[in-house]
């Protein structure tokens, strides 16, 4: 079945440091979705991704759809400790209403 | 602003009970889902529903089911909890038939099946 891998499983860095995580699918996607997740919260959309080869940035976060639109990646630049948590991709199953969620990255930000 | 709340932040069940758990939006949307998060395994989806009284399975239904009478709500019901039931649960919504619209979620009910 289709499957949504995201890499690293962790990341710790030290403040100031760039930070990125790699999502990848086994089929290609109509869009992805990105969430953030604090420690004891619960998921937070933060950006949807469309079009192939897609950048969006939102001040030191910058999304990007791959050109095949099989794989996303998301980096940060210049991490704060309010980075902190856990960051989903998700997308959605071919002809269906269904999102599947990435395992996740867990950011640790070292001050 | 969007509003997912779910009727409990922690719950403690014995084995071979019935548990309800109960989702409310406020939003008028026409998906609802029902997912569980555990550790390294990210959020996978039990169940899900793009209309009153329609509901589809997710990844993993097995041991559940769900209700949706109304739009707004949307319940997950464990038929006879087991210890491998213990879990974070999730409930989320949506707007649209598309399916390509963010998905909010609730604050999560941590489910204890001793």
């Known amino acids: 079945g289709q499957q949504v891998m995201q890499i690293p499983q962790y990341q710790h860095v030290q403040e100031g440091e760039d930070f990125t995580t790699y999502c990848n699918s086994s089929?290609?996607?109509?869009?992805i979705q990105w969430y953030k997740q604090r420690p004891g919260g619960h998921p937070v959309f933060l950006i949807q991704?469309?079009?192939?080869?897609e950048v969006k940035k939102q001040k030191r976060l910058t999304f990007q759809f791959g050109e095949a639109k099989k794989n996303s990646s998301l980096h940060i630049t210049a991490t704060q400790t309010t980075d902190v948590g856990t960051y989903f991709c998700?997308?959605?199953?071919?002809?269906?209403?269904?999102?599947?969620f990435g395992t996740g990255t867990r950011l640790k930000v070292l001050a | 602003d969007v509003k997912v709340t779910q009727s409990s932040r922690y719950l403690v069940k014995r084995t071979g009970e019935k548990v309800f758990l109960e989702c409310v939006q406020d939003?008028?949307?026409?998906?609802m889902f029902w997912y569980r998060q555990d550790p390294g395994l990210g959020l996978r989806l039990i169940y899900f529903?793009?209309?009153?009284?329609?509901?589809e399975k997710g990844d993993i239904p097995e041991g559940y089911s769900v209700s949706r009478e109304k739009k707004e709500r949307f319940s997950l019901i464990l038929e006879s909890a087991s210890t491998n039931q213990t879990s974070m649960y999730l409930c989320?919504?949506?707007?649209?038939?598309?399916?390509?619209?963010?998905?909010?979620f609730g604050p999560g009910t941590r489910l204890t099946v001793t």
């Open positions: 529903s793009y209309d009153v009284k329609m509901k």
């Open positions: 989320a919504s949506s707007y649209g038939t598309g399916g390509s619209y963010e998905q909010y």
């Open positions: 998700a997308g959605p199953t071919s002809g269906t209403y269904k999102y599947i």
């Open positions: 089929t290609t996607l109509s869009n």
């Open positions: 991704l469309v079009k192939s080869g």
């Open positions: 939003m008028d949307h026409e998906n």
